[in-house]
């Protein structure tokens, strides 16, 4: 993704990050040590850890539970509306809508929408 690692750097000096997912803990793996991002994210959360899968909101308490978080104290950021926004809707976390193709969101709540990661470091 273009600016990813810039902007983690920058969210990484102020926030601790974690990833909520519904891949699988080897295939995320492997995409994390691939990317070589891994090191930026104290927690990646799987739907086979959980027992949950996103948009649950049963995913999102257990990852609160976790890092012992209230959801008003965190954000998601997300690219797909049903599983990342609705989630954190169910949940009660503030989210914002990575959607770089510009598509519909419909009806799903979110706090904010970008279309470039970079976008995030003027609003937080």
Do not use: W
Request: net charge neutral; glycine share 4%; proline share 7%.
């Amino acid at each position: 993704m273009p600016h990813a690692r810039e902007v983690l750097l920058k969210l990484q000096e102020k926030y601790t990050l974690h990833i909520i997912t519904n891949g699988f803990p080897e295939m995320q793996a492997l995409k994390m040590e691939s990317a070589r991002i891994r090191h930026f994210f104290e927690h990646i959360f799987t739907s086979a850890e959980t027992g949950h899968k996103k948009p649950r909101p049963e995913m999102f308490y257990f990852a609160l539970e976790k890092v012992q978080a209230q959801p008003e104290h965190c954000l998601m950021i997300g690219d797909n509306p049903d599983t990342d926004l609705r989630g954190a809707a169910n949940a009660g976390i503030p989210a914002v809508f990575y959607n770089p193709k510009k598509q519909a969101s419909a009806d799903i709540p979110h706090t904010l929408e970008i279309q470039c990661l970079r976008e995030l470091l003027l609003h937080l």
